[in-house]
């Protein structure tokens, strides 16, 4: 006769599915939501994060101070090189503008020593005087004619007042007919160039 013995189960046979009930439900939960190691994660996402995190970026090349020393010396040698050479065409303009300028009044003087070796040789007898002064003063015409072509007048001092500016005194005198500081008389003509004083009138001024 077999006796019928209900044989407890084993504990390490219990079904891992029944929860312990004196297990803490957050501690539970946690365990749950852990993330994984990091040695559990894809291949694919190890290599979108070194993708995203390139790392410091690779150092250039270093420049060398003596190469760029050398390189601004030969810019500054070629940059003073070219200065010397724009002064010197410069100057070359300048000098061939004067010269062409000196050129041209001298080729409008020659007729004026046309007319003087002419006037010299006019006789001057009796007949002859009054030829000879109408050649001069038509020289003199001519003359002033090519200056005032050139920019050049004469300043005019007949009754002006004594101005500084355009007049040298030589002399201050009484004089009955003129107030104080009245130009008397001119001594050597005055001339402007292009509103510009080129020389002063040389005169005497009258004092009271």
């Not at 029944?18 to 939501?33: F, K, L, S, V, Y």
């Not at 050398?70 to 065409?89: H, S, T, V, W």
């Not at 920019?151 to 004594?162: E, L, N, P, W, Y």
């Not at 007049?167 to 160039?193: K, T």
């Amino acid at each position: 006769m077999t006796d019928d013995v209900n044989l407890a189960q084993p504990e390490d046979d219990a079904n891992p599915a029944q929860i312990d009930e004196h297990a803490d439900p957050a501690q539970t939960d946690e365990e749950t939501n852990r993330p994984r190691p990091a040695e559990d994660a894809s291949p694919a996402q190890t290599d979108e994060a070194t993708a995203a995190d390139p790392g410091p970026p690779a150092a250039g090349p270093v420049p060398d101070p003596a190469a760029e020393r050398d390189e601004y010396r030969d810019l500054l040698l070629r940059k003073q090189a070219e200065f010397d050479n724009f002064k010197k065409r410069v100057e070359r303009d300048r000098a061939k503008a004067n010269r062409q300028a000196e050129r041209m009044l001298i080729v409008a003087l020659l007729p004026l020593l046309d007319d003087f070796e002419r006037a010299l040789g006019t006789s001057t007898d009796a007949g002859g005087v009054e030829a000879y002064r109408a050649g001069i003063e038509l020289i003199h015409r001519q003359l002033l004619e090519i200056l005032r072509k050139r920019g050049v007048t004469s300043i005019d001092t007949a009754g002006a007042r004594f101005d500084p500016n355009l007049h040298e005194a030589v002399a201050y005198q009484a004089s009955a007919g003129h107030e104080d500081g009245d130009v008397i008389d001119e001594l050597r003509r005055g001339y402007l160039f292009h509103e510009e004083l080129l020389r002063a009138a040389m005169v005497r001024v009258a004092k009271a």
